[in-house]
C-alpha cells in the first residue's frame, strides 16, 4: 500500500520544510512547490499519486484560490485544505477548498485536517 501524497504549496522556505518535516514523520509523501506556476506543473505531472492538497492563500503571482480553482478545474474531488495568515471566508471559496485553518494552528490541527479530508475522499471512493 503506498503512502499518500500531499502536494503541499507556500512562497515560504521554511513553512515548506515544515510540511515536509511533519507529514513524512506521519506516513505521508510529500511534493513541495513554492508558487502556483511550479504547483501545477508538479500536479500534472503527479496527478495521478497526489491525494490532497495544503496550500497557502497569500502568494505572489497567482493566489491560493487562483491555484485552487485550476486544481479542482482538472480534478474536482482533490481535497485542497487552505493554510494563511489572512484567510477570507471559507463560505466564499466552496467548492474549491474543503477546509482552511489559519496559519500558526498546532501541528496537530494540520495533520488532522488532511486526514480527515484524505479519509472522506476514500469513503467515497475517489481514491
Avoid at 8 to 17: G, K, M, T
Avoid at 111 to 117: A, D, E, F, P, T
Wanted: include cysteine; aromatic fraction near 4%.
Amino acid at each position: 500500500m503506498r503512502s499518500p501524497t500531499v502536494l503541499c504549496v507556500d512562497d515560504a522556505d521554511a513553512i515548506l520544510e515544515l510540511y515536509q518535516d511533519l507529514l513524512c514523520q506521519h506516513g505521508y509523501e510529500v511534493l513541495a512547490a513554492s508558487d502556483g506556476h511550479q504547483a501545477l506543473q508538479a500536479f500534472h505531472a503527479n496527478a495521478e499519486d497526489i491525494d490532497a492538497a495544503i496550500l497557502d492563500y497569500d502568494m505572489p503571482g497567482m493566489n491560493g484560490f487562483e491555484l485552487a480553482v485550476r486544481l479542482k478545474n482538472h480534478d474536482p474531488a482533490l481535497p485542497i485544505l487552505m493554510i494563511s495568515g489572512h484567510l477570507p471566508d471559507l463560505e466564499e471559496m466552496v467548492p474549491f477548498v474543503d477546509a482552511a485553518l489559519s496559519k500558526g494552528v498546532p501541528v496537530k490541527e494540520i495533520l488532522n485536517g488532511i486526514k480527515l479530508l484524505i479519509d472522506t475522499r476514500e469513503r467515497r471512493g475517489v481514491a
